[in-house]
């Protein structure tokens, strides 16, 4: 009786537990599709919510970097804005500044100051024209007249007459630049060369002979040879001492005697001869 009732008991129990199963196989079977949908529905809100959130923090930080750009733009404009203030400023006290800047004592130069007399300070050394010469007719210009032989007219002697025999050497008595070599047609004084000097000294050598040893702009030593002494001037060519040179000085385009610079021993004729 015992085993019997075990077993009833047993057989019992397993079937119902076999029903309670059945049971929740066919509520999962019926309702799991809907239980499978919902689950799926809030796995894609998650995922929509977390895309929304990561894409507004896209969208956040692209606006923070914008605005940062916008900072950073407004920033350079207003540190370009004080630079080109602080340049104007600048530009302004340096005007100011050259303006108000001592002006140095200029010397004005005109015509004047480039042809004024040279000064006495210059020391002018001059060689003798003729080495071997004697002093026949001295400077009297703006002194008194002197009666030409050749012309029988009384004038005054614009340089002095050194001289010399024929063919004796004539040479430059400073270094300069040759401006006038021929022929001297407007005074009858034969062939001439003219010699700047500069410092305002030019010098002229006249009465030579045809054949002459320098030629325009030609640059001349001291003691070169530029000729030597002739008989050519019309003006001249039949006084006593014969031959010789005419040598004058222009001192600022000014004549002036000779003498100063180069000294000679008198000339005198036979006549006067003791």
Not at 111 to 140: C, D, I, Q, W
Not at 189 to 194: E, P
């Amino acid at each position: 009786m015992f085993y019997y009732n075990m077993d009833k008991n047993t057989n019992g129990g397993v079937c119902m537990e076999k029903k309670s199963n059945n049971k929740a196989i066919n509520f999962f079977k019926k309702e799991g599709f809907y239980v499978i949908l919902f689950v799926c529905l809030c796995i894609v809100a998650s995922v929509a919510s977390i895309t929304a959130s990561n894409n507004k923090k896209v969208v956040s930080n692209q606006n923070a970097i914008q605005k940062e750009q916008e900072n950073a733009q407004q920033v350079l404009q207003e540190q370009e804005k004080q630079y080109q203030g602080a340049l104007q400023v600048k530009k302004e006290n340096l005007a100011k500044s050259e303006v108000l800047k001592p002006v140095p004592n200029i010397k004005k130069v005109t015509t004047e100051n480039l042809t004024a007399p040279v000064s006495k300070s210059v020391n002018a050394t001059f060689a003798k024209p003729v080495v071997n010469g004697l002093l026949a007719r001295a400077y009297s210009k703006d002194i008194s007249t002197v009666v030409y032989l050749t012309d029988n007219t009384n004038r005054t002697n614009l340089g002095i007459d050194i001289q010399a025999k024929t063919g004796e050497p004539v040479v430059s008595v400073m270094d300069g630049v040759v401006k006038q070599a021929g022929t001297d047609l407007d005074d009858q004084n034969g062939y001439i060369v003219t010699i700047d000097h500069g410092n305002g000294f030019t010098t002229k050598y006249s009465n030579l002979q045809q054949k002459m040893l320098v030629k325009v702009n030609d640059k001349v030593t001291k003691k070169q040879q530029i000729g030597t002494v002739g008989n050519t001037s019309l003006n001249s060519c039949n006084e006593v001492y014969g031959p010789h040179l005419h040598f004058e000085v222009l001192q600022s385009n000014k004549l002036i005697d000779p003498a100063k610079y180069v000294k000679y021993d008198k000339y005198q004729a036979l006549a006067t001869k003791k």
